[in-house]
T-cell receptor, first 112, second 113 residues
């Protein structure tokens, strides 16, 4: 069954605006990751946040994790047209240590 | 240098045929995976191999048979293809299992007619 669920399903913004995507999951986790998928391409790893971390930054990306709410958010600041892609969260369930589970993704469109 | 590569990139075939998809990683990773991405964009894990041993085998029809000749390769053979097998299949690898960061191949788009 799906573990991560992204929200919204689709997001359209203007270049320069910030984009926020959310992810909710059901079971406890070891870590949560965000991936980007450009149309017709494979997934690219963006950032990993561990269950004992609350916030992480990487360039224009900011990820937060709230384990009490079982949710995470991905913020892309000062968006660019090249950020247009689908963004997936993936959780590494704990304690089963089973493999990562992906949601259906948020489709982000950044208009120039 | 491509880290995780898959061949072919596109595969169009008739129902009932048998086909294979190949995956290779040059990252020196121990663990490799096959995922299926359906039309709704959900990624579902199918198989995982760690050091050539099968460690994850989700509920997948036994028409799908993975094979790992060595740590760097994980191939997927599909017998008697059905319309519902049409999807994008992604191969991925991670340094170890349980995996942390997974590195994905570009995907193989399979269309069964």
């Amino acid at each position: 069954s799906q573990q991560g669920e992204e929200d919204p399903q689709a997001l359209s913004i203007q270049e320069g605006e910030n984009a926020t995507m959310n992810c909710s999951y059901k079971t406890s986790i070891n870590n949560l990751q965000w991936y980007r998928q450009n149309s017709g391409r494979g997934l690219v790893h963006l950032i990993l946040i561990r269950s004992n971390e609350r916030e992480k930054h990487s360039g224009r990306l900011r990820v937060t994790l709230d384990t009490s709410k079982k949710s995470s958010s991905l913020l892309i600041t000062a968006s660019r047209a090249a950020d247009t892609a689908s963004y997936f969260c993936a959780t590494d369930p704990n304690p089963n240590n089973n493999d990562m589970r992906f949601g259906a993704g948020t489709r982000l469109t950044v208009k120039p | 240098d491509t880290a995780v590569s898959q061949t072919p990139k596109y595969l169009v075939t008739q129902m009932g045929n048998d086909k294979s998809i190949k995956c290779e990683q040059n990252l020196g990773h121990d663990t490799m995976y096959w995922y299926k991405q359906d039309s709704k964009k959900f990624l579902k894990i199918m198989f995982s191999y760690n050091n050539k041993e099968l460690i994850i085998n989700e509920t997948v029809p036994n028409r799908f048979s993975p094979k790992s000749p060595d740590k760097a390769h994980l191939n997927l053979h599909i017998n008697s293809l059905e319309l519902g097998d049409s999807a994008v299949y992604f191969c991925a690898s991670s340094a170890r299992f349980p995996g942390e960061t997974q590195y994905f191949g570009p995907g193989t788009r399979l269309l069964v007619l």
